[in-house]
């Protein structure tokens, strides 16, 4: 027994949760807890979320000072997960209210804009229908007339384009 004990305080490394958990004086199962809820830096081999584990105590001793409650192992007495998650859960159904507001003013917002524009859609039809036809050509009215006579040099002899 001796033995393994200066085998395990001479090597850096620790494997398994039975090491771990005798290194840091605490429980396999409470040291399972560390590193799920608080972080404990433990790796696995081949990157596998579940089985064997290793740690080094460098990285452990670090883990323990980086915070005096971890070095304590007491936590402030944490809410459950289910009252956090109720707490989120409001604010997230909160927000979604305002957003559904928002949402409810921006489409009145774009129905009114929509409205305005097909009015004076409308009211620009109207004046186009009761004013004169303009004629917006860049020729006089007499050039007008020999195009339309066909009268420019234009040779009955040359077939017309197609």
């Known amino acids: 027994m001796k033995e393994r004990r200066q085998r395990l305080e001479s090597s850096q490394f620790l494997s398994g949760w039975k090491e771990i958990a005798a290194y840091l004086g605490k429980g396999v199962r409470t040291t399972q807890r560390y590193e799920r809820e608080l972080g404990l830096p433990v790796r696995r081999p081949a990157g596998k979320p579940w089985g064997s584990v290793i740690a080094t105590k460098a990285e452990l001793d670090g883990w323990v000072k980086a915070s005096p409650?971890?070095?304590?192992?007491?936590?402030?007495?944490?809410?459950?997960?289910?009252?956090?998650?109720?707490?989120?859960?409001?604010?997230?159904?909160?927000?979604?209210?305002e957003l559904r507001g928002q949402m409810l003013a921006l489409r009145n917002e774009v129905r009114r804009s929509v409205g305005l524009l097909h009015n004076s859609i409308c009211e620009l039809q109207d004046t186009l229908k009761s004013r004169p036809r303009q004629d917006f050509s860049p020729y006089s009215q007499g050039e007008r007339e020999?195009?339309?006579?066909g009268a420019w040099g234009v040779r009955p002899d040359l077939p017309k384009a197609s």
């Not at 936590?75 to 409001?90: F, G």
């Not at 020999?146 to 006579?149: A, M, Y």
């Open 69 to 97: 409650i971890r070095q304590a192992y007491h936590l402030r007495n944490p809410q459950p997960d289910s009252v956090s998650q109720a707490s989120a859960l409001r604010n997230h159904v909160t927000q979604m209210a």
């Open 146 to 149: 020999l195009l339309e006579r």
